[in-house]
């Protein structure tokens, strides 16, 4: 006993002193509110919903702030009772706690204390009335004279709800917004009497071990019922606080829009909300199409991808989805942003280009046969998607179709730096310069973003016109940021080209997934060895940019821009377009549509079949027709291709069996021998190279030589494939 009384005395004298304290200053409810600084900062969409919350200040868990009426009854009951029973009764300190308190402590008996919410939160406030941390034992003087003022000049609600958001209940968590998301994955205001019950066990024992928790939430659960405690409650209660407090983390990044949200918040101060240009149910519709997809692919070894949708006048960012994490490996890797090698989607400016220049119009006719460049590194020759080759082609077809080899024809008519500003000018950074990338600059070596290209073909959209996207709304495009990178009269035919069905009818068939029903025009892309394919295009009023493919690299498994990009770019722009109308645009001044036919090719048919099409005035024509040639049974036997010195370069990326090198002649009976050793016969024949030096002969069948070469195979170089 005599032990005891030196608390007691003190416990009476603290709060008989607390009395005589004169006034000090004290922060009103709304400057405590105001102060309040959330560990999250949130980013809305563009109608000011919240779509993603992402943690910012790495030293505590705080949610936002909740109003009282957003805390389920439940859990104000259960504070109530844990915490302060007689809290509607008090000024601030319950006397009749006191002298219980005080009169335990004579006694040497346990006691749960006379701290009241209003002392508790006292002791959350600093003098400067901002939250701060507990107040040691001569600081309860002036916590409890705080706690007299706090009632004085606070009503009882704001106290209990100043309280709950100010509290620490275990670990870094703080307030009640941090802690029913953290542990129950829900809202203050979803709380259930359970739940309450924890919650309140746990401002006494933050730490405690689970079951220390579940034992005092079932003492209070049961006056919250009424009732008395029973074992079977108890252990019920314990088993499901064990399996609460044992969740995982709240993920410091939470929501619809991770990638943009850490790109646009990351540098700002905790509590931070930020409107986005995002749209959020398109934003969510966009990242289950992709989600959908991957878990299609998967068995083809696709795990990432990304999609991106854009507003054609406004350049506003609509949805910006990274990557998938149900599926990636890396889904912290954002897509949109990533650098990868775009395929045949640089085809449009290049061709784009050509027509702005008068060197080519949409009717031109464009070879597309083998082809053999000399390279520093050897002869570049450039394959079809399918290995064959179409022959005479317009550039509508050529085009429409992602014919490769007229597009490298193409950049050396039109000259690859010329091409690389061209593309620096529609917002494609390139690393290097156009001589370093070459004639396949043409079919997309260079590596860049999705949100760059998407950028571009929205130019292609607006005209020629380029502006940058936007992100916030509070953002301002100056006018120095926008120019014209592209002819608009050739971004007008180009866009009706990629709008054209029956002009890619060949490669992509007659109900080609690209195929819409309202104006859109399209175009896919794929890189080497299947690595990345793509699908962009635009509608009158939309731009939408969709990449499939590996973050870590490693190839896909038989996976175009058709079977892995494009149907989710299909499914996005009809869901775009759902009740929205999309119409053609309307021709630019400089353009003019007048019929043309075409002459007959090597069987004496016409190239092509008659139509009408559009040319920028002044480069139109009625007739486009072959030059006269040579018949081919006028020219010696000898071999076409390869010619004598050819340097091929294998490349290790391409399967072996897809590098075969083809043998060429207009003699009408030939055999084909390599190294002594007969490959083949006929016109053509294909033969599987292999490092070294090779002489290749043309014999007739009675084993005349009629002609031979000599070719070297190296074992590095590039060789590409794309559509």
Known sequence: MPTRLPRAILLGSLLAVSLLLPARAVATFDEVRQAHASSESLLLDRQGEALHRLRTNPQLRRGAWITLDDVSPALRSAMLISEDKRFYQHGGIDWRAVGAAAWSNLRNERTRGASTISMQLAGLIDADGLPGQRRSIVQKIGQAATAQWLDGRWRKNEILEAYLNLVPFRGELVGIDALSRTLFGKAAHGLDEREAAITAALVRAPNAAPQQVGQRACGILAQMRGSGTSEMLCDSLGLYATGVLLRRPWAPSDGAAPHLAQRLLADQPGGSTLRSTLFGPLQRQASALLQRQLHELQTLNVRDGAVLVLDNASGDVLAWVGSSPDTSRSPQVDGVLARRQPGSTLKPFLYGQALAESRLTAASLLDDSPAAIPTQSGLYIPQNYDR????????????????????????????????????????????????????????????????????????????????????????????????????????????????????????????????????????????????????????????VGVWIGNAEGDAMWDVSGTSGAAPIWAELMQALHAELPSHAPTPPRGVVRQPVRFGPGPDGQPLEAARSEWFVAGSQQALFALPDQPAARQLPPRIDSPVDGTILALDPDIPPQRQRLQLRTHAAQAQWWIDGKQVGQGQQAGWLPWPGRHQIQLRQPDGRLIDQVQIEVRGAGVVAQHR
């Not at 607006?462 to 120095?480: F, S």
């Open 388 to 543: 064959h080759f179409k022959g005479w082609t317009s550039l509508r077809m050529a085009l429409g179709n992602s014919y490769n080899v007229p597009a490298v024809r193409t950049v050396g008519m039109v000259g690859v730096n010329p091409f690389a500003q061209q593309l620096q000018q529609l917002g494609i950074r390139l690393d290097r310069t156009g001589d370093y990338y070459g004639y396949s600059l043409a079919l997309g070596s260079p590596e860049m973003s999705l949100l760059e290209l998407t950028n571009a073909y929205r130019a292609l959209a607006n005209g020629g016109h380029w502006t940058p996207v936007r992100t916030r709304l509070d953002e301002a495009i100056p006018a120095t940021a926008q120019r014209q990178a592209l002819d608009a009269r050739a971004s007008f035919i180009i866009g009706d080209i990629l709008s054209d069905n029956h002009a890619r009818l060949t490669t992509f068939g007659i109900n080609s997934v690209l195929r819409t029903r309202f104006w859109s025009a399209v175009k896919t892309g794929t890189s080497k060895d299947m690595r990345d394919n793509w699908a962009i295009g635009w509608s009158e009023r939309y731009t």
